[in-house]
T-cell receptor, first 115, second 113 residues
Framework: GDSVTQMEGPVTLSEEACLTINCTYTATGYPSLFWYVQYPGEGLQLLLKATKADDKGSNKGFEATYRKETTSFHLEKGSVQVSDSAVYFC??????????????FGKGTLLTVNP | DGGITQSPKYLFRKEGQNVTLSCEQNLNHDAMYWYRQDPGQGLRLIYYSQIVNDFQKGDIAEGYSVSREKKESFPLTVTSAQKNPTAFYLCASAYTSSGNTIYFGEGSWLTVV
């Protein structure tokens, strides 16, 4: 079945450091790929998405490129802030029988940014 | 305001009791979903529904039930058959089309006491 594997955390960085959170997927067909962010005690918010190969999603300084040849969608940011501290989830969306679309999530990566 | 509303935010339940979590959306989305999140873990799909009066089991449906009588509502009942119900429950919705964003509610914390 479909699966998403993302970098195990926790990740601890100093403010202004570079961030990369690795995400790879296994799926047949042409899934759409997403990064969601979850702040403590809250639901998930969409951070960025890409719907086809070579698309780059970007938002709030974060970006990720849909690489079909390596089945990857790594999240990057050039300079992190304390306010970026959260859990980050990589996910894919694909047809799952008939006209049903399902999201499959990675396990999440906890990021802590220290001042 | 448009969005997904989950209630209650916090709920305590005694063992052996059923409890129903509410999820309402005014985004006119066709599809709705329920996920369970345990501390330090990812999300697992409980049930999902693409249209009114139809729903499918996800990966961990045992001990849960749902209904979809209206497009905007998708309540989840946690039954006494669910062996370990203490968790954070997230409702989500989306248009039924590839690449469409799935939006999440703020979640409901259920604690069995």
């Amino acid at each position: 079945g479909d699966s998403v594997t993302q970098m195990e955390g926790p990740v601890t960085l100093s403010e202004e450091a570079c961030l990369t959170i690795n995400c790879t997927y296994t799926a047949t067909g042409y899934p759409s790929l997403f990064w969601y962010v979850q702040y403590p005690g809250e639901g998930l918010q969409l951070l960025l998405k890409a719907t086809k190969a070579d698309d780059k999603g970007s938002n709030k300084g974060f970006e990720a490129t849909y690489r079909k040849e390596t089945t990857s969608f790594h999240l990057e940011k050039g300079s992190v802030q304390v306010s970026d501290s959260a859990v980050y989830f990589c996910a894919l969306s694909k047809l799952s029988g008939g006209s049903n679309y399902k999201l499959t999530f990675g396990k999440g990566t906890l990021l802590t940014v220290n001042p | 305001d448009g969005g997904i509303t989950q209630s209650p935010k916090y709920l305590f339940r005694k063992e052996g009791q059923n409890v129903t979590l509410s999820c309402e959306q005014n985004l006119n989305h066709d599809a709705m979903y329920w996920y369970r999140q345990d501390p330090g873990q990812g999300l697992r799909l409980i049930y999902y529904s693409q249209i009114v009066n139809d729903f499918q089991k996800g990966d961990i449906a045992e001990g849960y039930s749902v209904s979809r009588e209206k497009k905007e509502s998708f309540p989840l009942t946690v039954t006494s058959a669910q062996k370990n119900p203490t968790a954070f429950y997230l409702c989500a919705s989306a248009y039924t089309s590839s690449g469409n964003t799935i939006y999440f509610g703020e979640g409901s914390w259920l604690t069995v006491v």
